[in-house]
């Protein structure tokens, strides 16, 4: 089974520009993640989405949206970069909730590292 | 809120050493999971292992151990008969109910293994 995916791998962008990133989940899967890591900051929680809704939110500025598609792959959106957006952008996915209270491990792609100059 | 801790910045062993790597969380929820995951230089994150609250049951598997405290609110996660390969950021983890799937993260664990 391939894992998951995440496109591009390596970005440049300048102030106040946009990016996109792309992100496909293990086949099957129906829940995506996303979270940034920097060096300051460490890990966090950005969102999470299932079946293209989003279920729950970190906190983050508007300028970070995200969406996912009918087929399960998910794109986040940084609208108006700054400097500290810099970092690099993890995408997880996971299976279908089990109802007896287990959990389904998240599994991680290589992540976007995005660069803001 | 919850909240992981993770004291040790970096660790640095020689090979065939043991390595414990600490873990301290807070929580309100009386039903969450916890985690370890590897973040080699690739970047990563590799699951290694998951333990729910109401389990306190400590397992080995392969050279990898841990030890869940309820009482104190750790969990950490011991590497036997340490490799170079080993090397790599650890991250503890904690998340919610079941289906809440927002991991909160400690700051890592550098842990290098020298030959």
């Known amino acids: 089974k391939a894992g998951v995916t995440q496109t591009p791998r390596y970005l440049i962008k300048t102030r106040g520009q946009q990016v996109t990133l792309s992100c496909s989940p293990i086949?099957?899967?129906?829940?995506v993640s996303w979270y940034q890591q920097t060096p300051g900051q460490g890990l966090q929680f950005l969102f999470e989405?299932?079946?293209?809704?989003?279920?729950n939110k970190g906190n983050f500025p508007g300028r970070f949206s995200g969406r996912q598609f009918s087929n399960s792959r998910s794109e986040m959106n940084v609208s108006t970069l700054e400097l500290g957006d810099s970092a690099l952008y993890l995408c997880?996915?996971?299976?279908?909730?089990?109802?007896?209270?287990?959990?389904?491990?998240?599994?991680f792609g290589p992540g976007t590292r995005l660069t803001v100059l | 809120a919850q909240k992981v801790t993770q004291a040790q910045t970096e660790i640095s062993v020689v090979e065939k050493e043991d390595v414990t790597l600490d873990c301290v969380y807070e929580?309100?929820?009386?039903?969450?999971?916890l985690f370890w995951y590897k973040q080699p230089p690739s970047g990563e994150l590799v699951f290694l292992i998951r333990?729910?609250?109401?389990?306190?049951q400590n397992e080995i598997s392969g050279r990898y151990s841990w030890n869940f405290q309820k009482s104190t609110s750790s969990f950490n996660f011991t590497i036997t008969a340490s490799q170079v390969v080993d090397s790599a950021v650890y991250f503890c983890?904690?998340?919610?109910?079941?289906?809440?799937?927002?991991?909160?993260f400690g700051a890592g664990t550098t842990v290098t293994v020298r030959a």
């Open positions: 333990r729910n609250s109401f389990d306190e």
């Open positions: 997880a996915s996971s299976s279908q909730i089990l109802t007896s209270g287990a959990y389904n491990e998240q599994f």
């Open positions: 086949s099957g899967h129906r829940s």
């Open positions: 929580t309100r929820d009386t039903t969450y999971y």
């Open positions: 989405y299932f079946s293209e809704t989003q279920r």
């Open positions: 983890a904690l998340s919610g109910l079941p289906n809440d799937y927002k991991l909160s």
